[in-house]
Protein backbone atom coordinates (compact mmCIF):
# COMPACT_ATOMS: atom_id res chain seq x y z
CA UNK A 1 0.00 0.00 0.00
CA UNK A 2 1.27 3.67 -0.63
CA UNK A 3 2.19 5.98 2.00
CA UNK A 4 0.09 8.57 0.33
CA UNK A 5 -3.09 7.57 -1.75
CA UNK A 6 -4.71 10.43 -4.80
CA UNK A 7 -6.90 9.92 -7.11
CA UNK A 8 -5.50 10.21 -10.30
CA UNK A 9 -8.11 11.46 -12.07
CA UNK A 10 -8.20 13.08 -14.28
CA UNK A 11 -11.07 15.62 -12.91
CA UNK A 12 -12.41 17.59 -15.84
CA UNK A 13 -14.56 20.63 -14.61
CA UNK A 14 -15.62 23.87 -16.49
CA UNK A 15 -14.85 27.18 -15.57
CA UNK A 16 -15.97 28.40 -12.51
CA UNK A 17 -17.32 25.11 -10.84
CA UNK A 18 -16.19 23.92 -7.50
CA UNK A 19 -13.91 20.75 -7.39
CA UNK A 20 -12.60 18.92 -4.45
CA UNK A 21 -9.33 16.38 -4.20
CA UNK A 22 -9.19 13.93 -1.56
CA UNK A 23 -5.59 11.74 -0.04
CA UNK A 24 -5.27 9.55 2.50
CA UNK A 25 -1.77 8.74 4.24
CA UNK A 26 -1.12 5.54 6.51
CA UNK A 27 1.95 7.06 7.93
CA UNK A 28 0.74 7.97 11.28
CA UNK A 29 4.00 9.83 12.31
CA UNK A 30 3.63 12.15 8.93
CA UNK A 31 3.82 15.82 11.44
CA UNK A 32 3.07 18.13 8.61
CA UNK A 33 1.47 18.02 4.87
CA UNK A 34 1.38 20.15 2.10
CA UNK A 35 -0.33 20.35 -1.24
CA UNK A 36 1.95 21.00 -4.16
CA UNK A 37 0.72 22.03 -7.63
CA UNK A 38 2.84 20.65 -10.43
CA UNK A 39 2.44 21.69 -14.57
CA UNK A 40 3.35 19.45 -17.17
CA UNK A 41 7.33 18.95 -17.60
CA UNK A 42 7.54 21.56 -14.62
CA UNK A 43 9.20 21.24 -11.05
CA UNK A 44 6.53 20.54 -7.91
CA UNK A 45 5.57 24.11 -6.57
CA UNK A 46 4.10 24.70 -2.77
CA UNK A 47 0.28 25.92 -3.08
CA UNK A 48 -0.01 25.44 0.32
CA UNK A 49 0.50 23.24 4.08
CA UNK A 50 -2.16 22.00 4.99
CA UNK A 51 -3.40 22.32 8.99
CA UNK A 52 -5.71 20.51 11.31
CA UNK A 53 -7.63 23.50 11.94
CA UNK A 54 -8.16 24.11 8.42
CA UNK A 55 -6.59 26.97 6.39
CA UNK A 56 -7.80 29.34 3.36
CA UNK A 57 -5.94 30.76 0.56
CA UNK A 58 -8.02 32.83 -1.53
CA UNK A 59 -9.93 30.26 -3.66
CA UNK A 60 -8.24 27.64 -2.05
CA UNK A 61 -8.93 25.53 1.07
CA UNK A 62 -7.25 22.86 2.95
CA UNK A 63 -7.98 20.41 5.82
CA UNK A 64 -5.94 17.74 7.92
CA UNK A 65 -7.94 15.15 9.81
CA UNK A 66 -5.62 13.49 11.80
CA UNK A 67 -7.89 10.86 13.45
CA UNK A 68 -9.07 9.41 9.54
CA UNK A 69 -5.97 10.20 7.91
CA UNK A 70 -7.38 12.21 5.43
CA UNK A 71 -6.31 15.55 3.83
CA UNK A 72 -8.36 17.73 1.55
CA UNK A 73 -8.14 20.19 -0.83
CA UNK A 74 -10.90 22.60 -2.54
CA UNK A 75 -10.71 24.56 -5.40
CA UNK A 76 -13.69 27.19 -5.77
CA UNK A 77 -14.21 29.21 -8.80
CA UNK A 78 -12.15 27.51 -10.89
CA UNK A 79 -9.99 29.02 -13.29
CA UNK A 80 -8.21 27.75 -16.62
CA UNK A 81 -4.93 28.39 -15.52
CA UNK A 82 -5.94 25.80 -12.72
CA UNK A 83 -5.05 23.28 -14.94
CA UNK A 84 -2.11 20.79 -13.17
CA UNK A 85 -1.47 17.99 -11.16
CA UNK A 86 -2.28 18.58 -7.57
CA UNK A 87 0.20 16.03 -5.20
CA UNK A 88 -0.25 15.40 -1.84
CA UNK A 89 2.97 15.35 0.46
CA UNK A 90 3.48 14.06 3.89
CA UNK A 91 6.78 15.39 5.86
CA UNK A 92 8.01 12.94 8.95
CA UNK A 93 10.40 14.42 11.56
CA UNK A 94 13.38 13.56 8.82
CA UNK A 95 12.70 16.17 6.47
CA UNK A 96 12.21 13.52 3.86
CA UNK A 97 9.10 14.22 1.66
CA UNK A 98 6.51 11.89 0.85
CA UNK A 99 4.44 12.17 -2.01
CA UNK A 100 1.26 10.86 -3.56
CA UNK A 101 0.50 10.19 -6.91
CA UNK A 102 -1.11 13.24 -8.18
CA UNK A 103 -4.25 14.05 -9.52
CA UNK A 104 -4.84 15.76 -12.63
CA UNK A 105 -7.10 18.35 -13.02
CA UNK A 106 -8.31 19.98 -16.31
CA UNK A 107 -10.35 23.35 -15.85
CA UNK A 108 -12.27 23.41 -19.42
CA UNK A 109 -13.64 26.66 -21.13
CA UNK B 1 16.25 36.15 -5.63
CA UNK B 2 17.65 32.52 -8.02
CA UNK B 3 15.42 28.98 -6.99
CA UNK B 4 16.59 25.79 -7.39
CA UNK B 5 18.71 25.18 -10.43
CA UNK B 6 19.74 21.56 -12.23
CA UNK B 7 22.03 21.08 -15.07
CA UNK B 8 21.31 19.40 -17.60
CA UNK B 9 17.54 19.85 -17.87
CA UNK B 10 17.51 17.02 -20.07
CA UNK B 11 20.27 13.59 -20.86
CA UNK B 12 19.81 11.17 -23.54
CA UNK B 13 22.62 8.43 -22.45
CA UNK B 14 22.99 5.03 -23.16
CA UNK B 15 22.92 1.67 -21.22
CA UNK B 16 26.54 1.12 -19.28
CA UNK B 17 27.61 5.18 -19.82
CA UNK B 18 27.95 7.31 -16.96
CA UNK B 19 26.05 10.43 -16.20
CA UNK B 20 26.14 13.53 -13.89
CA UNK B 21 23.47 15.50 -12.56
CA UNK B 22 23.90 18.86 -11.26
CA UNK B 23 21.76 20.97 -8.70
CA UNK B 24 22.52 24.51 -6.91
CA UNK B 25 20.25 24.84 -4.30
CA UNK B 26 18.64 28.42 -3.15
CA UNK B 27 21.50 30.32 -1.32
CA UNK B 28 21.92 30.36 1.94
CA UNK B 29 19.66 26.83 2.34
CA UNK B 30 21.55 24.11 4.12
CA UNK B 31 19.23 21.25 3.46
CA UNK B 32 19.65 19.80 -0.23
CA UNK B 33 17.62 16.82 -1.46
CA UNK B 34 17.62 14.68 -4.23
CA UNK B 35 14.23 12.65 -5.06
CA UNK B 36 13.50 11.03 -8.69
CA UNK B 37 10.41 10.06 -10.55
CA UNK B 38 10.14 7.35 -12.94
CA UNK B 39 7.75 6.37 -15.56
CA UNK B 40 4.19 6.01 -13.76
CA UNK B 41 5.03 5.67 -10.53
CA UNK B 42 4.97 8.96 -7.63
CA UNK B 43 8.02 11.10 -6.79
CA UNK B 44 10.45 9.28 -4.82
CA UNK B 45 12.89 10.55 -2.05
CA UNK B 46 16.38 9.43 -2.53
CA UNK B 47 18.57 11.40 -0.18
CA UNK B 48 19.51 14.06 2.27
CA UNK B 49 22.29 16.84 2.91
CA UNK B 50 22.94 19.07 5.76
CA UNK B 51 25.68 20.68 4.45
CA UNK B 52 28.12 18.87 2.96
CA UNK B 53 26.85 15.57 5.21
CA UNK B 54 24.69 13.03 4.13
CA UNK B 55 21.83 13.27 6.99
CA UNK B 56 19.72 10.35 5.46
CA UNK B 57 20.41 8.03 2.04
CA UNK B 58 17.46 5.40 2.61
CA UNK B 59 16.25 6.31 -0.56
CA UNK B 60 19.35 6.03 -3.04
CA UNK B 61 18.58 2.29 -4.90
CA UNK B 62 22.13 1.16 -4.94
CA UNK B 63 25.37 1.37 -5.33
CA UNK B 64 25.22 3.29 -8.50
CA UNK B 65 24.16 6.16 -7.17
CA UNK B 66 26.67 8.31 -5.97
CA UNK B 67 26.03 11.69 -4.27
CA UNK B 68 27.98 14.54 -3.19
CA UNK B 69 27.79 17.97 -1.92
CA UNK B 70 31.64 19.01 -1.47
CA UNK B 71 31.81 22.53 0.41
CA UNK B 72 28.26 22.09 1.16
CA UNK B 73 27.18 24.40 -1.61
CA UNK B 74 26.16 22.47 -5.09
CA UNK B 75 25.66 18.74 -5.22
CA UNK B 76 25.86 16.49 -8.06
CA UNK B 77 24.38 13.05 -8.80
CA UNK B 78 26.13 10.65 -10.21
CA UNK B 79 24.89 6.87 -11.90
CA UNK B 80 27.70 4.75 -12.98
CA UNK B 81 27.17 2.71 -14.76
CA UNK B 82 23.43 3.53 -16.01
CA UNK B 83 21.00 1.32 -16.61
CA UNK B 84 17.51 1.24 -18.41
CA UNK B 85 15.66 1.48 -15.16
CA UNK B 86 17.19 4.56 -14.17
CA UNK B 87 15.19 6.73 -17.09
CA UNK B 88 12.94 9.06 -15.23
CA UNK B 89 13.10 12.80 -13.74
CA UNK B 90 15.55 13.87 -11.23
CA UNK B 91 14.50 16.64 -8.93
CA UNK B 92 16.32 18.72 -6.46
CA UNK B 93 15.05 20.31 -3.41
CA UNK B 94 16.55 22.92 -1.24
CA UNK B 95 15.43 24.09 2.28
CA UNK B 96 16.40 26.59 5.41
CA UNK B 97 16.21 24.15 8.17
CA UNK B 98 12.59 25.17 9.29
CA UNK B 99 10.25 28.12 8.42
CA UNK B 100 7.93 29.58 10.80
CA UNK B 101 4.45 29.26 8.29
CA UNK B 102 1.03 29.50 9.15
CA UNK B 103 -1.24 30.07 12.07
CA UNK B 104 0.15 30.30 15.63
CA UNK B 105 3.64 30.63 13.57
CA UNK B 106 3.95 26.16 13.39
CA UNK B 107 7.54 25.67 12.05
CA UNK B 108 7.82 23.43 8.80
CA UNK B 109 10.03 22.09 6.24
CA UNK B 110 9.52 24.29 2.86
CA UNK B 111 11.19 22.62 -0.11
CA UNK B 112 11.65 24.44 -3.25
CA UNK B 113 12.15 22.08 -6.19
CA UNK B 114 14.21 22.86 -9.64
CA UNK B 115 12.23 22.12 -12.40
CA UNK B 116 14.32 18.59 -12.81
CA UNK B 117 16.48 16.72 -15.08
CA UNK B 118 14.61 14.51 -17.33
CA UNK B 119 17.11 10.90 -17.88
CA UNK B 120 16.56 9.22 -20.94
CA UNK B 121 18.98 5.69 -20.76
CA UNK B 122 18.59 3.42 -24.23
Known amino acids: RKEVEQDPGPFNVPEGATVAFNCTYSNSASQSFFWYRQDCRKEPKLLMS???SGNEDGRFTAQLNRASQYISLLIRDSKLSDSATYLC??????????FGGGTRLMVKP | EAGVTQFPSHSVIEKGQTVTLRCDPI?????LYWYRRVMGKEIKFLLHFVKESKQDESGMPNNRFLAERTGGTYSTLKVQPAELEDSGVYFCASSQDWELAGPGGAAKNIQYFGAGTRLSVL
Open chain 2, 27 to 31: SGHDN
Open chain 1, 89 to 98: VGNNAGNMLT
Open chain 1, 50 to 52: VYS
